[in-house]
């Protein structure tokens, strides 16, 4: 059991380092960046969109334990409204940093503040979105670890290892990196300049996953 958890960690490294630092990275780099955020800001939002994200990991692979392979083979059309949701919100995130401060209309204001502004809300959010999102390697891990985890606890065990593997990823490092991005911006133009800039990154992304569910 232990070697095994040794082996899914290593895997959760090697994930870390490639397909989540470029799935998860683009996002969450424009999303500090645009946040404006110091460098412990940044590195303890990493740490709670990793989390979250664990999480998930952890509710899936139980699920593949208990379900078998047959949730993950047949959920194409769960996972087409899991990236539609995904998108739409991602969007949403990126239209409210772009229009920052000068939002006028009580709605979208409200949202402004229950969301944008509501920093660990939103977060939590991404890191959930993030570890729902469809991935052929991830399917494939949480259909290992349900086929030879014998019991619910040696599949959390499996699952937790590969979580925090990911966890241990450059992108820590990047995304501190990001925090220091806004203190280099002087003035209130470049600012501004720098928010579209942050904001459309993030509407690109999620129309991305908009275009992936159709």
């Keep these: 059991m232990v070697k095994a958890a040794a082996e899914s960690f290593i895997l959760g490294l090697s994930f870390g380092w490639g397909p989540c630092l470029a799935s998860c990275g683009p996002l969450l780099l424009a999303y500090v960046a645009g946040t404006k955020k110091d460098v412990l800001q940044s590195v303890g939002a990493y740490l709670l969109f990793s989390l979250s994200r664990v999480f998930v990991y952890l509710v899936l692979g139980a699920l593949v334990f208990f379900l078998g392979r047959f949730i993950l083979e047949r959920s194409g059309s769960f996972f087409k409204f899991v990236l539609l949701g995904s998108g739409v919100f991602i969007v949403l995130l990126g239209l409210l940093m772009l229009l920052g401060q000068e939002i ?86 470049p600012m501004k300049l720098f928010n579209i800039i942050c904001g459309l990154i993030i509407i690109i992304l999620g129309l991305q996953l908009i275009g992936r569910a159709g």
Aim: with cysteine; charged share 10%; proline share 5%.
């Design 104 to 189: 006028k209309s009580h709605s979208c204001s409200f949202l402004y503040k229950h969301i944008l502004e509501k920093d660990k809300k939103s977060i939590v959010m991404l890191g959930l979105t993030a570890g729902l999102l469809p991935c052929a390697p991830l399917i494939t891990m949480f259909t290992y670890t349900g086929l030879v985890s014998q019991n619910i606890l040696e599949n959390l065990l499996y699952t937790l290892a590969f979580g925090l593997g990911t966890v241990l990823s450059p992108l820590i490092i990047l995304v501190a990196l990001a925090g220091i991005l806004p203190r280099l911006v002087r003035g209130a133009l």
